[in-house]
């Protein structure tokens, strides 16, 4: 290349470099997009955007994210276009094939948009008769449509790659076209190889295929009938036990994934149903006997089980035996030393599950009437003397008492709280002198979530210092410290029981509302004299 050749090359990158600048630059309503692209063109925007690694914050990729936003339709029409897409779709760069998939997701705007990424037009051949159809022998990457290449994709190594293209594909299937052709043979044989039927099929893409699907399922009741009848791809823990019990050939990595796709199946009322019924609860729970490693993950299951809004129309399901609840007891129980289970963590894991069964009216019940011990467990593991499990303990409580507005479940929550002695009353405060941020958090969210509650304001107020312990600023040093005791305090003041006699005294209340007024972060004034005092200027400055 000549000096003269390579200084026209250089000269053109500054002209386009500039165009791009100025366009990135210009406020969107005053953009002109098409005199950019006769300027422009996107293969060049396409360029520097490989040429950055795909880097969605370079001035090319904002370049392109701008057009496409407003031109996707029009520009993916043009055969041209699209394979520069493909190209993008198949790129050696994995953050350029992200931004390709994203990009696509402008179409979702338009309904013809819609059907050109499903491929139900095509292009420049749409309308043609199937005589003209034969005669071309134009190369559009053969039959593969754009929304084959970003199923596809669902394979990719790189797992933001796979990501950006199953949440597409879940966009696509808000629509009837995009639904339909998720149960095209073609996608559906595809789903199938990478997670069924492959020769060598990888657990981490496996297990990718049955997230997407289990949040497909929840879509509709429709599309979760069509995925359990007609394909294999709805995920089902299968356990093998050999003659002696013990679970044999299980992938304890697969196993503990597969647990959080249960989550995501179990979000929909039928999704949950089908979880239950397939006794995948039970089996887990089983399974973690005689495989520890499974133990913190079933336990996780069943606290996030147990939160779910829909629960409650199941609640029967869930708890209809003792199974369950002799499962958390087993876990909690204390032996003769007194010692719970050596897994600190687990041990958590099971504190937070039975905090989330009781948050529900029907939860707890049963944990009332069969196994009141284990609602005594949150008490006794609020002074725990492992900080993870009385974090949850805590915690736990604090969400008991936040439920407990509802009238059904008040007597068991004042229960509860009757059940807190005073020696571990009295430790909780020493908690809130000690400068770990945590513990303070949990034990003020629990008084915050008690002074909402006839029940709770009373207790609260009955204990000799506290109320002038929350009206001290000076006991914080951090804004969040400031924050957390502020949101205890404004409870109180909206508690109507505040403004009883009995509860707080006039002086008190007066304080409480004053504080309430002048927010979480007022501070008074530093001087060491009244403003009144200081001497008057001789010459005062005037307007």
Not at 347 to 354: C, G, K, S, Y
Not at 494 to 509: C, H, K, M
Request: charged share 25%; aromatic share 6%; with cysteine.
């Amino acid at each position: 290349m000549t000096a003269a050749m390579t200084a026209t090359k250089a000269e053109e990158d500054a002209v386009l470099t500039e165009l791009i600048a100025s366009f990135v630059s210009t406020p969107s309503s005053k953009l002109d997009v098409d005199g950019f692209l006769s300027r422009v063109g996107l293969a060049p925007l396409f360029a520097r955007l490989v040429a950055a690694g795909g880097y969605e914050a370079s001035p090319a990729a904002i370049a392109i994210d701008r057009v496409m936003k407003r031109k996707a339709l029009e520009l993916l029409a043009d055969d041209q276009v699209r394979q520069l897409v493909r190209s993008g779709l198949a790129h050696s760069v994995a953050d350029v094939r992200v931004f390709t998939v994203r990009q696509l997701g402008h179409l979702l705007a338009h309904a013809d948009g819609v059907r050109l990424l499903l491929g139900h037009d095509s292009g420049a051949r749409r309308g043609s008769s199937d005589e003209e159809k034969k005669m071309d022998t134009s190369d559009d990457d053969d039959s593969d449509t754009l929304y084959d290449l970003v199923v596809a994709l669902l394979g990719d190594e790189n797992v933001a790659v796979a990501q950006a293209a199953a949440d597409l594909v879940v966009a696509l299937a808000q629509s009837e076209a995009g639904m339909a052709q998720f149960f095209a043979p073609q996608t559906v044989a595809t789903l199938h190889r990478l997670a069924v039927d492959g020769d060598d099929i990888d657990s981490s893409v496996q297990l990718r295929v049955l997230s997407l699907c289990a949040r497909i399922a929840c879509v509709s009741k429709d599309a979760f009938e069509r995925l359990r009848k007609s394909t294999r791809l709805l995920p089902v823990m299968i356990g093998k036990r050999g003659n002696d019990g013990a679970a044999a050939d299980i992938d304890i990595l697969l196993y503990l994934n597969l647990l959080q796709v249960m989550v995501e199946l179990a979000s929909c009322e039928w999704g949950l149903r089908y979880v239950l019924d397939e006794r995948v609860l039970t089996q887990c729970m089983q399974l973690s006997e005689t495989v520890p490693f499974l133990l913190s993950g079933t336990l996780k299951l069943l606290a996030k089980l147990a939160l779910l809004p829909h629960v409650l129309v199941l609640a029967q399901s869930l708890y209809k035996d003792d199974t369950v609840l002799r499962f958390l007891l087993g876990v909690l129980h204390k032996d003769e030393d007194g010692d719970t289970h050596d897994d600190v963590q687990v041990v958590a894991a099971a504190v937070e599950a039975v905090a989330n069964v009781a948050t529900s009216p029907d939860g707890l019940q049963y944990l009332t009437q069969r196994q009141a011990v284990l609602l005594k467990k949150l008490v006794t593991f609020a002074t725990h003397h492992e900080e993870a499990v009385k974090l949850q303990a805590l915690h736990g409580l604090a969400s008991v008492f936040a439920s407990a507005t509802k009238a059904q479940m008040r007597e068991q929550a004042e229960a509860l709280l009757n059940a807190l002695s005073a020696q571990q009353w009295a430790t909780l405060q020493r908690d809130l002198e000690l400068p770990f941020m945590e513990m303070r958090y949990a034990v003020l969210r629990m008084v915050s979530e008690l002074v909402r509650l006839p029940f709770g304001v009373r207790w609260v107020a009955r204990k000799p210092g506290f109320v002038e312990y929350l009206l001290d600023r000076g006991t914080e040093s951090t804004k969040l410290g400031a924050q957390w005791k502020y949101t205890v305090l404004q409870n109180l003041s909206l508690n109507p029981l505040s403004r009883d006699a009995s509860v707080l005294s006039n002086q008190q209340l007066q304080q409480v509302t004053l504080y309430v007024q002048r927010g979480p972060f007022y501070a008074k004034a530093r001087g060491t004299r009244d403003r009144h005092e200081e001497p008057l200027v001789a010459n005062p400055l005037t307007l």
